[in-house]
Every structure is written in C-alpha cells, then in structure tokens.
C-alpha cells in the first residue's frame, strides 16, 4: 500500500506541472481535464486512447459504487436483523432491490445541471470519508483489545488452510489490485487544480494538496487494513462494515454504512458527469441544429413548479444509469470488480501518460540515464497491472460461478 501510495503522490506531481503549457508556472495555455493535458503534450492520437481509458474507468467506478452501495444498505439491514434476533439469525436480503433504488435515486441526481459542481457535495464526502473510516479502525481496535491478543501473522494464511499455493497467489494479486483502486485520485488531479487561483503557482499549491491528501488518505487506509487482521486474522472480512466481523454496537455500524450511502450517492455524480459532458458535447458538436439536443420540453413538477427538461439528457442520462445498474447486478462481486478495476486503472492513468507528459514537456533524451529509468518504471507498472487484472478476473470468474 505505501508502495501504491508513492506512486500516486509521484504521479501526481507530474500531472500538476502539465496544468500549464509549455511552462509549468507561466505557461500561458491551461489544461482544464487530463485529456486536454495528454492532447497539448502528446498528440490527439494518445488522448483518444486516453479518453477511452479513463471514461471506461469512470464508468467501471459508478458500476463499483452501485454494488458498494447495495451492498452498505443491506448490512443496514442485517445489522439490525442480527441486533433483534440473535447473531445465529438467518439474516439474509437481496441486493437486486438496493441496487435498483440507487439506481432511481441517480436518474434523478443526473438531470440536476451541474450537481456534481455544488459547493457543499466536497465537503459532505470528505465528513463522510473521515467518518466511517474513523469507525472502521475504531471497531477494528476495540475488537483486538477485546480478544486479547493481535491474530494474523507476517506469512499471511496458513498453511493449515484448504487453499492451494496457487489459490494464495491469485488472492494476493486480487488483493493488489483492490489496493490500487484505492488510488483512483490521478484522473481529477487537473479539474481539481483548475479551481486553483493562479497566486501561489497552481502547480505548487496542488502538490501540497497532493502529498497532504495521499499521506492522510493512505494513514486511514493503512489503519483500516492492519487493525482488521490484527482483529480477525486471516478471516478478516473483505468490508469491515458489511462482512460482520463486528455485530455491536448495531447502531454505530448502521451509521457508518449510512455514511458510506452518503458518500457514494454523491461520488457517482462526480464520476459520470465527466462522461455526459463527453457524449452530449459531441452529439451537440455532430447536430448543433436538432430540437432533441437543443432543446427542452416544459413539464411541471409537484411542489417545484414548471420546469425545461432536455430530452437527449433524459434518455441518455437514464439509459447511462440503467447499463451501470445492469452490470453491477449482473456481478455484484465487491472485491473482484474493485481489483479489475484497479489494475486497468494503474498503469495508464497513473503511471503511463504521466510519465510520458513529463518526458514529451522536459524535451528527455531518449536512451539517456533519466529516460531508461522512467521506462523501466512504466514497464514495471504494466507487469502490476497485468499480473493484478488476471488475478482479478480469475476471482471474478471463480466467484460468480458459485
């Protein structure tokens, strides 16, 4: 995880000097979203590719997010159920019915102009994050000085277990790559900083906010993750808050998974919106005369009054939310899509276009020292990013057929 970390906070030092073009400090051009930086740095060819790559990202979230979502509404559920009748109680619900009310809830989210951009929707996340995470390692720490001692062990499982040393290998590159979704912060680094007013340089101020976020967010992270096995070993839950590793205090764990709700009702607006910008930017770029893309039907709504919905949004928009909804029922496998996700995610977007940004901006030699270092680097990546994918779809396989 520290490794994963490094390599975030490092990339995103290079991503905030591409802000500015040609100079990071006074360059006179600004790079408001990754893919403008890739165009200005790389080409158009490359920032095609890399369109691709991070909206298939973006849309892989909001698919995560969807089962995440479900799956904190249904230990909601079963945390309460377990609370009334016993923890030997058959508590079991659906995911089907949570996924599809996260799914209405976001039809509706998606018609509000611009709700990703509302002041507060930073704000609510960040309490929200900080808040179950707080409750994460909280429980995970008054769990190990209940039992007594610290489970779990440096070697990992043991080898008194059923599981094969290649079984081991495959949960420990799905584990890989669960850690590298943890990082998907390298995509937003140049919305976030165009926010940034321009004294001190942007660049600057950005990797402060960079190393302040990464170290903050890996602490928690590490937190979480070292007090749940020093609480339950090798049967720590993949969720410390939905895999009931902890029954008590109930209503704490409902509270940190109505956090989670929260958060995550929110974070989908800000991964899909990037991806409605696309594709109705170039629909009105393609027919900048159509009634259906221009404009709006008057409807009244109760309690709102008279409003204009636009069509192509409406049914673009619901037909976007629908597909994301499909798929997560379809795989509704928590860590297995995280680490699919993650290792897809990792060399492009955090190690690859980076890296060659800086080497395209500072003019590297090639076959110099400083070249060959940043190749080997980048080749190393796409070996993590390979080796993690499998691992993650040979569980995502596995798992869904049982």
């Given at each position: 995880m520290v490794v994963f970390s490094l390599v975030t906070l490092y990339s995103t030092f290079l991503i905030s000097d591409c802000y500015r073009f040609p100079d990071p400090?006074?360059?006179?051009?600004?790079?408001?979203?990754?893919?403008?930086?890739?165009?200005?740095?790389?080409?158009?060819?490359?920032?095609?590719?890399?369109?691709?790559?991070?909206?298939?990202?973006?849309?892989?979230?909001?698919?995560?997010?969807?089962?995440?979502?479900?799956?904190?509404?249904?230990?909601?559920?079963?945390?309460?159920?377990?609370h009334k009748y016993g923890h030997d109680a058959s508590c079991h619900f659906p995911d089907l019915t949570y996924m599809i009310l996260f799914g209405v809830?976001?039809?509706?989210?998606?018609?509000?102009?611009?709700?990703?951009?509302?002041?507060?929707?930073?704000?609510?996340?960040?309490?929200?994050?900080?808040?179950?995470?707080?409750?994460?390692?909280?429980?995970?720490?008054?769990?190990?000085?209940?039992?007594?001692?610290?489970?779990?062990?440096?070697?990992?499982?043991?080898?008194?277990?059923?599981?094969?040393?290649?079984?081991?290998?495959?949960?420990?590159?799905?584990?890989?790559?669960d850690i590298a979704f943890a990082f998907p912060y390298t995509s937003i680094v140049l919305e976030i900083q165009d926010t940034l007013k321009s004294t001190p340089p942007e660049n600057i101020t950005m990797k402060k906010a960079n190393l302040l976020s990464v170290s903050i967010t890996t602490t928690f992270y590490m937190l979480c993750a070292f007090l749940g096995y020093a609480a339950f070993g090798e049967n720590a839950p993949g969720n410390l808050l939905t895999g009931?590793?902890?029954y008590e205090p109930y209503w704490l764990i409902d509270f940190a998974n109505a956090c989670i709700v929260v958060h995550l009702v929110g974070a989908y607006q800000v991964y899909c919106q990037p991806i409605f910008a696309c594709v109705e930017g170039w629909f009105s770029h393609?027919?900048?005369?159509?009634?259906?893309?221009?404009?709006?039907?008057?409807?009244?709504?109760?309690f709102c009054g008279r409003?204009?919905?636009?069509?192509?949004?409406?049914?673009?928009?619901?037909?976007?939310?629908?597909?994301?909804?499909?798929?997560?029922?379809?795989?509704?496998?928590?860590?297995?899509?995280?680490?699919?996700?993650?290792?897809?995610?990792f060399w492009p977007l955090v190690v690859y276009f980076p890296v060659e940004m800086y080497i395209a901006q500072n003019r590297v030699p090639r076959w110099t020292i400083k070249w060959s270092i940043f190749q080997i680097f980048s080749f190393i990546s796409l070996l993590i990013t390979v080796i993690t994918a499998a691992g993650s779809l040979e569980g995502l396989v596995k798992d869904k057929g049982t």
């Open positions: 400090v006074s360059g006179p051009n600004r790079n408001c979203c990754y893919r403008d930086a890739v165009r200005v740095n790389l080409g158009a060819r490359r920032a095609w590719l890399c369109g691709l790559v991070q909206y298939a990202s973006f849309y892989g979230i909001c698919v995560a997010y969807t089962v995440t979502t479900s799956i904190s509404v249904r230990a909601i559920r079963r945390s309460n159920c377990f809830i976001q039809v509706i989210l998606c018609q509000i102009p611009n709700f990703h951009k509302l002041w507060g929707l930073s704000i609510i996340a960040a309490a929200m994050s900080f808040t179950y995470a707080t409750v994460g390692f909280g429980l995970g720490m008054a769990k190990v000085i209940e039992n007594g001692e610290i489970k779990g062990n440096l070697g990992g499982i043991s080898a008194s277990t059923s599981l094969t040393q290649a079984q081991k290998v495959w949960r420990m590159l799905q584990g890989l790559g009931f590793g902890f393609t027919w900048p005369d159509n009634k259906f893309i221009k404009e709006g039907i008057p409807i009244r709504i109760p409003c204009r919905v636009n069509l192509l949004r409406l049914c673009w928009r619901t037909a976007f939310v629908v597909s994301t909804t499909g798929i997560a029922i379809i795989f509704p496998l928590f860590n297995d899509v995280l680490g699919i996700l993650g290792a897809l995610n």
